[in-house]
């Protein structure tokens, strides 16, 4: 890979609300976008100087994506990795196949994670209801059952609180392998992004505090001053991690804060994420800035939040409310998504909210008076 310079067209795989911000970002900086997405009304397609509408894994498709790009990035988390490989014989793929092997199957993420020393919950493969029984017994109740791929869309997570749920998973081993990991009783949830250049210089960027709603990320913050010790261990983990793989671009780990304090990894994710949305406000520049300069080889900036921010999601669920904050809050940036479709989905992303204050308390205040949004 070289400097990509501005003029050129960055080749994306895969769509949605993320690809669509990415794309006007690249348009600012000076780049045609080439997509190929699975869904013909993808919002994607909206900001897309060009795109192609078929199956992502069909390899005709890929090879026109390549034929008519100068760099190639993948944007879908699902994505197969082998194909990936195979693009980047003949292709300028970016971020390369690696980092997207460790991410898409969690025993290889974790096994991944462990060898390096880093905290993870404890976890076992399981494929049979027997390797369930011996792991709780090392492990405990509660513990939580998650298929081994994470795009898997049949199999889902289940939490086991006694033996009668241990019975009752038994039929779902049929369908796929899992891991067992512990229960970790949750204080606070983070993540930290990276980046990586192709001279294998490493930047990290300011922690962001996530928000969830049951297992849907709602907002995320960024404060000036934070806890010196997790920032540090944060810091720390995201280097390690990033000098041991094979990567370019930017990429996010997520953590669990744990009631006594002990700082665990929750999942590594290839590009960019929701949460770090929050960066603009916070610090000036944007995670897709970020991600196409490292892409493109393109010095990476050091950054600071200059105050503290937060991003709230948008959903369709909570639309009407977000109509009638944008006629109440002058200070809020609100974001919505160009031509997106209601689709009587309630929790689809279709905007975003920026805030930002120098008091914290103030910023969390003002969130709550909403009734919508929690700060914690």
């Given amino acids: 890979m070289t400097f990509i310079a501005p003029g050129k067209t960055l080749g994306i795989i895969g769509g949605g609300s993320e690809t669509y911000i990415f794309e006007l970002e690249?348009?600012?900086?000076?780049f045609r976008t080439m997509l190929l997405t699975d869904e013909e009304n993808d919002?994607?397609?909206?900001?897309?100087?060009?795109?192609?509408?078929?199956?992502?894994?069909?390899?005709?498709?890929?090879?026109?994506?390549g034929n008519r790009s100068d760099l190639i990035l993948y944007m879908d988390e699902d994505f197969d990795s082998s194909l990936l490989k195979q693009l980047g014989e003949n292709f300028n793929v970016a971020q390369g196949a690696?980092?997207?092997?460790?991410?898409?199957?969690?025993?290889?993420?974790?096994?991944?994670?462990?060898?390096?020393?880093?905290?993870?919950?404890?976890?076992?493969?399981?494929?049979?209801?027997?390797?369930?029984?011996?792991?709780?017994?090392?492990i405990g109740f509660p513990c939580i059952l998650k298929p081994i791929q994470n795009n898997?869309?049949?199999?889902?997570?289940?939490?086991?609180?006694?033996?009668?749920?241990?019975?009752?998973?038994?039929?779902?081993?049929?369908?796929?392998?899992?891991?067992?990991?512990?229960?970790?009783?949750?204080?606070?949830?983070?993540?930290?992004?990276?980046?990586?250049?192709?001279?294998?210089?490493?930047?990290?960027?300011?922690?962001?505090?996530?928000?969830?709603?049951?297992?849907?990320?709602?907002s995320s913050f960024i404060y000036k001053k934070n806890d010196p010790d997790v920032e540090a261990e944060m810091q720390r983990v995201a280097l390690m991690v990033a000098e041991n793989i094979d990567y370019v671009g930017i990429f996010g780990i997520g953590f669990i804060l744990s009631q006594t304090g002990v700082l665990y990894v929750k999942r590594i994710f290839p590009g960019i994420d929701y949460s770090a949305n929050v960066y603009q406000e916070a610090t000036g520049i944007s995670q897709f800035e970020l991600h196409i300069r490292a892409i493109c080889d393109w010095p990476i900036p050091e950054i600071f939040p200059m105050v503290n921010a937060a991003s709230l999601?948008?959903?369709?669920?909570?639309?009407?409310?977000?109509?009638?904050?944008?006629?109440?809050?002058?200070?809020?940036?609100?974001?919505?998504?160009?031509?997106?479709?209601?689709?009587?989905?309630?929790?689809?992303?279709?905007?975003?909210?920026?805030?930002?204050?120098?008091?914290?308390?103030?910023?969390?205040?003002?969130?709550?008076?909403?009734?919508?949004?929690?700060?914690?």
């Fill in 26 to 30: 690249a348009k600012r900086m000076g």
């Fill in 152 to 218: 898997q869309d049949i199999l889902k997570r289940h939490i086991l609180y006694n033996d009668e749920d241990v019975s009752r998973v038994q039929r779902l081993l049929k369908d796929g392998t899992y891991i067992l990991e512990a229960w970790i009783d949750k204080q606070d949830e983070y993540s930290i992004m990276v980046s990586k250049s192709k001279d294998k210089k490493i930047h990290t960027f300011p922690m962001i505090k996530e928000i969830y709603d049951g297992t849907h990320l709602m």
């Fill in 43 to 65: 919002i994607a397609t909206q900001a897309a100087d060009s795109f192609l509408v078929g199956t992502l894994e069909n390899l005709d498709n890929l090879n026109e994506l």
């Fill in 313 to 376: 999601k948008i959903i369709e669920g909570n639309l009407p409310q977000s109509l009638d904050l944008l006629q109440e809050k002058a200070q809020w940036k609100f974001n919505y998504y160009t031509g997106f479709k209601a689709k009587n989905q309630a929790d689809r992303d279709v905007g975003y909210i920026s805030i930002f204050s120098d008091d914290v308390e103030e910023l969390k205040n003002d969130i709550l008076t909403t009734n919508i949004w929690r700060v914690e």
């Fill in 98 to 138: 690696n980092l997207l092997e460790i991410a898409q199957d969690q025993y290889i993420e974790r096994t991944f994670l462990n060898d390096l020393n880093i905290n993870v919950p404890p976890f076992f493969s399981i494929v049979t209801v027997d390797d369930v029984k011996k792991a709780v017994e090392e």
